[in-house]
């Protein structure tokens, strides 16, 4: 049995009170380790370290110095990668090859990019805009940063954070989610051996750990990745204090295929899209909207596709084809599991449609078509392999159904006609808009949504400037 510490104040640390939660590996079921059960106490301790390392130090860092840092955590990112991908795959139980491949290497990317970043801070010139006053802008760091990221991307939804909020200047407290801590706090040992004391802290628990985070007076931004409800108790507990919240809380994502795509290509790009992972991705592309003329057929086509993916309990070391974890907890194996049996008749599951046999919390993949707009699969992310398929007849008709959900994440558009790829790239309301690829990220380019998806950005330079704040500054001469 493993056990894992928070790392406060750049050790490790049980919890105050020693409680702990059991952690589970997902393929089979059983607890493999525990965690501790941080309460505000931990909380508290942790966010009085990274307020001591912001005053006494880390705030004074030149850009130069900060990305000094940022880029020998990179490195010892990648000096470590196969030890990582092992405790995510455990973790998780996501396939170790597509990790490897798919995670390390962007990970550290996304750590070079910020490092870069942080020199590039921008503002409007130094100038007279009143007659014998000279004004400035100062871009400053908020402080310090609660955070908390989603069991889906442990790891690299880390980063996500560590990067922007270290490289403008901040210091942190970061909760992983209660069934996936491992990698976090491994990345927390690792890091703690190039930063201050204090810099990074990492604290494990549940819901009320995560309540206890928001409900500190220390943190000067909350920025959190996770689910719509989550987010909203954030920000409740946030308002109260007037402090800054950063939300990216999920997606159900629209993919928009007209009658002029190439359907084969796009039913094969679509369910690598759609069923990576596990669909576990708040950009995953699950709600296919298809015209009449070629819903029939790419319905098929994507249920042929589902039959190419495997489970990760059958990895072969080597092997390239596309294998997929369980579904994280059982949980949400029974939310996922009841969305598909809630499929009302007019609907057709095409293919899976039910948990996996054997050990773990493994659902196949699924295609579901002939559904509705209002029917509750439609308008639900569903989080897990699954692949809704719609009718329409013309692209008003589609971008309505698009549109037509709280969400407003992701997006994708699969056409040949590239004054439709123009006109939906602006009516489609969704921080991103692919089109003929869906799920392409790039840490110049910015991630995160409109309406119920939250606001704020991950990645990219507009991720840097969330994580500060503008101090205008007038000298009369």
Wanted: charged fraction near 20%; include cysteine; charge should be negative.
């Amino acid at each position: 049995m493993q056990t894992f510490h928070n790392i406060v104040d750049g050790k490790p640390a049980p919890a105050a009170d020693g409680r702990t939660l059991d952690i589970s590996d997902p393929k089979t079921g059983e607890v493999y380790a525990t965690a501790p059960l941080s309460g505000p106490v931990d909380v508290d301790v942790a966010y009085r370290s990274a307020r001591r390392a912001f005053d006494e130090g880390w705030r004074d860092t030149t850009p130069g110095e900060r990305m000094t840092a940022l880029l020998a955590m990179a490195d010892t990112l990648e000096a470590h990668g196969e030890e990582l991908v092992e405790i995510e795959a455990r973790d998780t139980g996501k396939p170790t090859g597509l990790t490897l491949s798919e995670e390390i290497g962007p990970m550290a990317d996304q750590l070079r990019f910020f490092a870069g970043a942080a020199r590039q801070l921008e503002g409007r010139a130094t100038g007279e805009y009143m007659a014998g006053h000279s004004s400035s802008i100062r871009r400053e760091p908020l402080g310090v940063i609660g955070s908390i990221t989603p069991w889906n991307y442990p790891m690299m939804m880390a980063i996500w954070k560590i990067g922007p909020a270290l490289a403008a200047g901040n210091t942190m407290v970061l909760k992983p989610s209660d069934t996936t801590p491992a990698s976090t706090v491994r990345l927390g040992e690792l890091f703690a051996d190039v930063l201050p004391p204090g810099v990074l802290n990492v604290v494990c628990g549940d819901r009320s750990t995560g309540v206890a985070m928001s409900e500190n007076p220390i943190p000067a931004m909350l920025a959190i990745t996770g689910s719509i409800p989550a987010g909203k108790s954030v920000a409740a507990a946030a308002a109260s204090r007037v402090t800054r919240v950063h939300l990216e809380l999920g997606g159900n994502a629209p993919v928009i295929v007209f009658d002029d795509a190439d359907v084969a290509a796009a039913a094969a790009d679509i369910a690598v899209a759609g069923f990576f992972n596990a669909g576990q991705d708040c950009t995953a592309a699950t709600r296919v909207i298809a015209h009449a003329d070629v819903a029939d057929a790419l319905a098929e086509a994507l249920a042929a596709e589902a039959g190419g993916v495997l489970l990760s309990r059958d990895e072969q070391p080597g092997a390239e084809d596309l294998f997929i974890p369980p579904l994280n907890n059982p949980d949400q194996l029974a939310k996922v599991s009841g969305l598909v049996e809630r499929v009302p008749s007019h609907a057709r599951v095409l293919t899976g449609g039910a948990p996996a046999d054997g050990p773990g919390w493994f659902y196949p993949p699924t295609v579901v078509a002939g559904l509705a707009q209002d029917d509750e699969i439609v308008q639900t992310e569903v989080f897990g392999p699954v692949i809704t398929v719609q009718t329409f007849t013309d692209e008003d008709e589609a971008v309505a159904y698009a549109n037509g959900t709280p969400y407003g994440l992701a997006s994708s558009v699969w056409t040949r006609d590239h004054s439709r790829t123009i006109r939906l790239s602006r009516a489609l309301d969704f921080g991103c808009v692919w089109v003929n690829c869906h799920i392409p990220l790039v840490a110049e380019m910015p991630h995160g949504g409109f309406k119920e998806s939250g606001y704020g950005k991950d990645l990219s330079g507009y991720s840097l400037e969330d994580y500060t704040r503008i101090k205008h500054v007038m000298s009369k001469y």
